[in-house]
C-alpha cells in the first residue's frame, strides 16, 4: 500500500478530518484568490513548511497539479530543463508544458546528464534539473549529493519530487534532504499528501519569494479550486503524529527491509525453472519493493490470481 505510515485507518485523524469539514464547508467553491481559500489550508502549509525546513508551502488540490504546476510555472521557452528519464507523468506535463527544452539522462546516471548539460547550455537561459526522491515503479532513490554538485557547478535549479519519499526517508521521515543530511539542498520540493499523509492533494515547497510567485504563476492554484478542508484536516492531522512519533517512520524502514530480505532470499522449489523465478529490484532505503518476473504471461496472471 502506498499508505506507508498507515494513517488512512487512524481513528483520530479520520475523526479530526471530519470535524475540520464540519467547521468550514464539504468543498470550496473556485481558487483561492476568488474566495476559496480556509484558515486550514495556510496552518497546513506553515507546519508542512516547518516540517520541510522550507519557507514556505502552495498547497494543489491533487499531486499531479502540484508537481505540474512548479515547473511550469518557473521554467519557460528559452530555458533548458535536464530530467531523469524515469521522471513520473505528472513531472513530464509539467516539461511540456513550460515550451522549455527538454532533455532526459538515463536513469540516476549523471554523467550522461552533465554530458548534456555540456551539449546545450549554450543556448539557454536558464537551467533546470528535475529528480525524484523515490521512483515509485523501480525503488531507486535519487543521487542528491551529486545531483546537488552538477547544479552549483552550472547555476541550475533543482527540483526534486518527494511524493514517494515524504515520511519514508530520513529518520524522521523528513525525505531526501534528510536522508542524505543535506537540509536545502533542494530549491523546489514537490510531492503528494496521497501517500504518507493519507489524504488528497500536492504541495510545492521553497523560499518565500518563489512560493509568494507561484501563488500568481502556479496554475493549480490560479485556475482550480484547492483541497477541501477535509483533506487538508486529514494532512495535517497526521503530519501532526508524524512529528510527535517519528518512531514510527523507523518502524517502516524496518519492516520494509524485513519484507525485501524474505522475498530476496526465499528458497525455490529445486524443480522451479530459472524462467518462472522473480527478482526484487529497488534499494532497502526505501519502501517500495518491485518484484519482477521474467516476461512469461501465464505465470504472471497465475500469481495475480
Not at 45 to 72: R, T
Not at 114 to 119: A, G
Request: aromatic share 10%; proline share 3%.
Amino acid at each position: 500500500s502506498y499508505a506507508y505510515l498507515d494513517f488512512v485507518r487512524d481513528a483520530d485523524v479520520r475523526q479530526f478530518a471530519l470535524d475540520t469539514a464540519a467547521k468550514y464547508a464539504p468543498g470550496n467553491h473556485g481558487p483561492r484568490m476568488l474566495g476559496g481559500n480556509t484558515k486550514i489550508l495556510s496552518e497546513f502549509e506553515d507546519e508542512l513548511a516547518k516540517f520541510l525546513g522550507k519557507e514556505g508551502v502552495i498547497l494543489a488540490s491533487s499531486g499531479y497539479l502540484a508537481c505540474m504546476s512548479a515547473i511550469h510555472g518557473v521554467a519557460h521557452r528559452g530555458d533548458l530543463i535536464i530530467a531523469d528519464q524515469y521522471a513520473h507523468a505528472s513531472l513530464r506535463s509539467g516539461l511540456k508544458l513550460s515550451g522549455a527544452k527538454i532533455c532526459y539522462f538515463k536513469h540516476n546516471n549523471f554523467e550522461h546528464a552533465e554530458q548534456l548539460i555540456k551539449k546545450n547550455k549554450k543556448t539557454a537561459r536558464r537551467l533546470f534539473m528535475v529528480i525524484e526522491s523515490v521512483y515509485s515503479m523501480d525503488g531507486d532513490i535519487g543521487d542528491l549529493p551529486v545531483a546537488r554538485k552538477i547544479c552549483d557547478k552550472y547555476s541550475m535549479t533543482l527540483i526534486v519530487d518527494e511524493a514517494h519519499g515524504l515520511g519514508v526517508l530520513g529518520a524522521t521521515g523528513r525525505g531526501l534532504e534528510e536522508y542524505y543530511n543535506m537540509p536545502g539542498a533542494a530549491d523546489i520540493v514537490v510531492g503528494s499528501l496521497t501517500k504518507s499523509l493519507s489524504s488528497v492533494g500536492g504541495f510545492i515547497a521553497s523560499n518565500k519569494n518563489l512560493i509568494e510567485y507561484y501563488e500568481f504563476h502556479a496554475q493549480g492554484n490560479m485556475f482550480s479550486a484547492p483541497l477541501s478542508a477535509y483533506h487538508a484536516g486529514a494532512a495535517l492531522a497526521a503530519l501532526k503524529k508524524l512529528e510527535a512519533k517519528p518512531s514510527m517512520v523507523k518502524t517502516l524502514q524496518e519492516n520494509a527491509r524485513y519484507f525485501r530480505h524474505k522475498l530476496s532470499t526465499a528458497e525455490w522449489n529445486p524443480s522451479t525453472p530459472e524462467h518462472l523465478k522473480y527478482r526484487v529490484y529497488g534499494e532497502e532505503d526505501q519502501a517500495i519493493q518491485p518484484i519482477v518476473f521474467r516476461d512469461d504471461t501465464i505465470r504472471v496472471l497465475h500469481i495475480a490470481n
